[in-house]
């Protein structure tokens, strides 16, 4: 089976810096992906690591490291319209599925 | 603009009914798949297809049936509607090759 853990919740103040965790155990890897999802609303992509180390990407950032099964979503200069649940799903071997943990919930207070 | 076009937003349905769930997407996907979501479970795979006329199963397929006739359409059916069904359904496709998903805007369905 497919395990990937993200923590539940975490709340950051405006204009801060906030790291969201990711582990996982998968069968196959094929690369990991971010996605941001506001309430009530439908996934939307945010990077795509399938090689070691950081790929940035305005105030976004995310890191991999394959062989400690790891990555990071990095937040950076936090905007209240970065509240919203922050997905990590690794893409698996041979039929493009993508395997998702339950969602990391980030508030941004003022 | 691409897109992944699903149905309905929202949806009330009984006990026992017979629903569909339709999804349709332009951008000539090969891989179609629904997932439900779930506070504190995230999405769950259901059920996925990689060509017209082929599925397979994800995760959590029992009571969920799917049908792809055309590329561009893959519809979840649910052959007898049980309130442990009531669940947030997402529909994404992705093109061979390249592993993102294009999610739909969802459909929020309540079983009485």
């Known amino acids: 089976g497919q395990n990937i853990d993200q923590p539940t919740e975490m709340t950051a103040t405006e204009g801060a810096i906030v790291q969201i965790n990711c582990t996982y155990q998968?069968?196959?890897?094929?690369?990991l992906f971010w996605y941001q999802q506001h309430a009530g609303e439908a996934p939307t992509f945010l990077s795509y690591?399938?090689?070691?180390g950081l790929e940035e990407k305005g105030r976004f950032s995310s890191f991999l490291s394959r062989s400690k099964g790891y990555s990071y979503l990095l937040l950076k200069e936090l905007q209240m319209k970065d509240s919203a649940s922050y997905l990590c799903?690794?893409?698996?071997?041979?039929?493009?599925?993508?395997?998702f943990g339950k969602g990391n919930q980030v508030v941004v207070i003022p | 603009d691409v897109k992944v076009t699903q149905s309905s937003r929202y949806l009330v349905k009984r006990t026992g009914e017979k629903v569909f769930l339709e999804c349709v997407q332009d951008?000539?996907?090969?891989?179609m798949f629904w997932y439900r979501q779930d506070p504190g479970l995230g999405l769950r795979l259901i059920y996925f297809?990689?060509?017209?006329?082929?599925?397979e199963k994800g995760d959590i397929p029992e009571g969920y049936s799917v049908s792809r006739e055309k590329k561009e359409r893959f519809s979840l059916i649910l052959e007898s509607a049980s309130t442990n069904q009531t669940s947030m359904y997402l529909c994404?496709?992705?093109?061979?090759?390249?592993?993102?998903?294009?999610f739909g805007s969802g459909t929020r369905l309540t079983v009485v």
């Open positions: 690591n399938v090689l070691d």
């Open positions: 998968t069968s196959g890897f094929n690369g």
């Open positions: 297809s990689y060509d017209v006329k082929m599925k």
């Open positions: 799903a690794v893409s698996l071997y041979g039929n493009n599925r993508l395997a």
């Open positions: 951008m000539d996907h090969e891989n």
């Open positions: 994404a496709s992705s093109s061979s090759g390249d592993f993102g998903y294009t």
